[in-house]
């Protein structure tokens, strides 16, 4: 199984590396680290260097009770990061968005695959990640960001989840985008409560009957924080843990803050699986 965007081909026999990089003064966990043009084109640098095979750039924060961010202003965030990062490294990215406009000028200043954790529901996004022709990554999410967590509920939550991807897949097939350029998400921590995140985590594998390349993102996330009392800066172990339950029940794509440490989980995991 291989991902292609452009020239560039990535392999996902194996999982992958995501690195998360938020140009933004708010995001959860590193908002206002890597704000300023030089700070992050130097931490994507460093994330290469320890294993990511994709940076992800997001210029508006989604967690609970964030603010909306003007599309003038998340442009002014995000392009000239991923101008640079494209011009100086080898590198997969990623522009994390739901504005159609985002997507598209991202994937003209060097972007190559669209994150959106509204899966393609916003106005013209649908029709402006066909016409950018790279690959799609479409979470679930229960609500919207800002109210997300207000008593999210669900009759069946891997169930569910997988009839709205089944949805989105039709829609993103209708609107001209190939099957093999999709990616699916089920969206950790976006309108799920403490139980329905664990039973994500224990139902993962799951989602490989849709046939679709998986992407899990639980690094540094309340699920952790909340089950063992642990602040945002005390849950890398917890965050390992997820990843390696994850990657093991057939995630593709593995996002996370701290990559060097998570990609020496993932080699470790490899290297039992290849003996």
Known sequence: MQLVSGTKILDLSRPQVMGILNVTPDSFSDGGQFHALDTAVAQADLMV?????????????????????????????????????????DVWISIDTSKA????EAVKAGANLINDV?????????AAAAKANVPVCLMHMQGAPRSMQLAPSYQDVAKDIAQFFQQRVAACLAAGIA??????????GFGKTLDHNYQLLQRLSEFKALGFPLLTGLSRKSMF???????????????????LLCAQQ??????????????????????????
């Not at 406009?101 to 598209?104: D, F, K, L, Q």
């Not at 099957?179 to 950790?188: K, M, R, T």
């Open 118 to 126: 509204c899966a393609l529901q916003q106005e013209g996004a649908l």
């Open 250 to 275: 057939g995630a593709s794509i593995i996002r996370v803050h701290d990559v060097e440490p998570t990609s020496d989980v993932l080699k470790v995991l490899q290297k039992t699986i290849e003996v």
């Open 179 to 188: 099957s093999e350029q999709i990616i699916l998400d089920p969206g950790f």
């Open 49 to 89: 260097k320890q294993g990511a095979a994709i940076i992800d750039i997001g210029g508006e924060s989604t967690r609970p009770g964030a603010q909306p961010v003007s599309l003038d202003e998340e442009l002014n965030r995000t392009l000239p990061v991923i101008e640079k990062i494209s011009q100086n490294l």
């Open 225 to 243: 924080g909340d089950w063992l009392g642990r602040s945002v800066d005390q849950r890398l172990a917890a965050s390992l843990a997820g990843a």
């Open 101 to 104: 406009t985002v997507m598209a």
